[in-house]
């Protein structure tokens, strides 16, 4: 006989307590310093929310090899919802300020945002790919299979272009068939089969609204994202070695979709 399942044993619930850890130490009290817990409380939802992410755009993906483009809209809302609260996190965060960040902030050693895994999964499913970020994770066995399959893997925009190509769209060969382990290129001819699809399939323009709103979801989070580790740390380096805010601005108004936001200006 099974047991029986309650609310706690259903969502693991003293196993997902159990795990914020803390490592600093109070000089005074000999506890761990306050603000700690908030940090490690808020980068393990992050982690939960590119769970999903991923799991909703692998589905997408899906749903463009199966030619059902008609949920795909519903799937791109929903990520975009995450993604808003991913932004209302960083409201959270950015209650800690950057002298109660401080107190903690050397414990942390060498660990480091630029270390999530999950994270550069999805740049590469969007197409932001980066060998270099896969070598970063080959002490982690099960990351490195991630970020390698990942790597070269066709991505979103791939899958989207080739439901084109089959719906009977003129989608240029070297779209078509380009490297994918190379970052998204523009490319003019393809811009012009988009205008063609915004002026005479409606509920396609639909779906590339959608994507739209998606890119612009995740370069709000960027942004916002950057704003925060800049008010958090100014222009110090970050945890492991990294650049910190430099290295964040410099990912900015790079949007996934080139050839979306190129025919802003053909209407």
Same mark, same amino acid.
């Given at each position: ?34 603000? *700690?817990?908030? /940090? ?82 999805? *740049? ?26 990942? /790597?070269? *893997? ?5 899958a989207f272009m080739h439901l084109l190509h089959r719906l009977g769209y003129d989608i240029p060969a070297d779209v078509l068939h380009r490297d994918v382990t190379r970052p998204i290129e523009p ?81």
């Amino acid at each position: 006989m099974s047991d029986h399942v309650t609310y706690g044993s259903y969502l693991k619930i003293d196993e997902l307590l159990s795990l914020q850890q803390c490592r600093s130490v109070d000089a005074e009290t000999g506890e761990p310093e306050h603000e *700690e817990t908030l /940090f490690i409380v808020i980068h393990q939802v992050y982690e939960l929310w590119f769970k999903q992410i991923l799991h909703e755009l692998d589905e997408l993906v899906r749903r463009f090899g199966q030619d059902r483009p008609h949920r795909a809209s519903h799937q791109l809302k929903r990520v975009l919802k995450i993604l808003k609260t991913l932004v209302g996190q960083l409201d959270v965060l950015e209650t800690m300020t950057p002298l109660e960040f401080a107190e903690f902030r050397a414990f942390l050693e060498d660990a480091s945002g630029f270390q999530s895994a999950q994270f550069r999964e999805l *740049e590469f499913l969007l197409g932001v790919k980066d060998h270099v970020s896969v070598e970063w994770f080959e002490r982690n066995p099960r990351e490195y299979a991630n970020l390698t399959r990942r /790597f070269t *893997e066709p991505t979103l925009w791939d899958a989207f272009m080739h439901l084109l190509h089959r719906l009977g769209y003129d989608i240029p060969a070297d779209v078509l068939h380009r490297d994918v382990t190379r970052p998204i290129e523009p490319s003019e001819a393809l811009q012009r089969t988009l205008i063609e699809i915004y002026r005479e399939d409606s509920s396609m323009a639909v779906l590339c609204e959608a994507l739209i709103d998606f890119d612009e979801g995740l370069q709000e989070w960027r942004y916002r994202h950057v704003m925060m580790v800049q008010r958090t740390i100014g222009t110090k380096m970050g945890t492991g070695g990294s650049d910190g805010a430099t290295y964040l601005r410099s990912t900015l108004f790079h949007p996934v979709f080139p050839d979306l936001w190129a025919i802003r200006s053909a209407f």
